[in-house]
């Protein structure tokens, strides 16, 4: 009836090449990423990357948007109670460590939006507004602007100087200490003037 063997499925190949892409996009960038340590640690080939992302700069903005996603999916904004977002958002990064460090080179290498991330963000932005309007978080700061410094906040231990976080270990800050310290910053960041 069917004389020819079913080709094998693809999924959990693509399952693998993603899960490696992920890890290797995190450590070394889009620059310094390379595409046979890709395959290799996926068990796959090269050719398997090409055919199913196309090409690595492809393959780093899906991998950038896909993380980005589950972030979204993983850490639901809640306008009214940034600071708990924000802390929750904070732990959910100490936890996924490599989504940071995505956030990081996509922010230095690929400096063009990701359609994905910008809905989210535009969902964020409106609820950000609507509290703003209501009065119930500070309204000086556009909405825009302000999810931003939330993000800084969030992402400010990362993107502090080598120096400054080598005084942090010498007091012995813990990373559930910076969780408090975000989630209270934001606090006085957002309160109504």
């Not at 993380?67 to 009214?80: K, Y």
């Not at 556009?142 to 906040?153: C, D, G, K, Q």
């Not at 969030?154 to 010498?170: H, I, P, Q, R, Y």
Request: aromatic residues 6%; negative net charge.
């Amino acid at each position: 009836m069917y004389d020819r063997p079913m080709p094998p499925d693809a999924t959990e190949t693509k399952r693998r090449l993603m899960a490696a892409a992920i890890e290797e996009f995190a450590r070394y960038g889009l620059a310094g990423a390379r595409v046979d340590r890709i395959a290799e640690t996926a068990s796959a080939n090269k050719r398997s990357i090409y055919m199913h992302f196309g090409a690595k700069e492809e393959l780093f903005d899906l991998v950038v948007a896909e993380t980005m996603s589950e972030l979204a999916r993983a850490v639901v904004i809640d306008a009214t109670d940034l600071p708990r977002y924000a802390a929750e958002l904070f732990d959910r990064l100490e936890r996924r460590p490599q989504v940071r460090r995505l956030y990081l080179w996509a922010g230095l290498e690929r400096q063009r939006p990701v359609d994905a991330e910008v809905a989210e963000y535009r969902r964020n932005v409106a609820a950000i507004a609507a509290e703003q309007e209501a009065g119930r978080v500070r309204a000086d700061i556009p909405a825009v602007e302000l999810m931003a410094m939330v993000i800084a906040l969030v992402m400010s231990w990362d993107t502090a100087s080598w120096s400054l976080k080598a005084l942090g270990e010498e007091t012995g800050a813990q990373a559930a200490d910076r969780g408090a310290a975000v989630s209270a910053a934001v606090a006085g960041l957002i309160r109504p003037a």
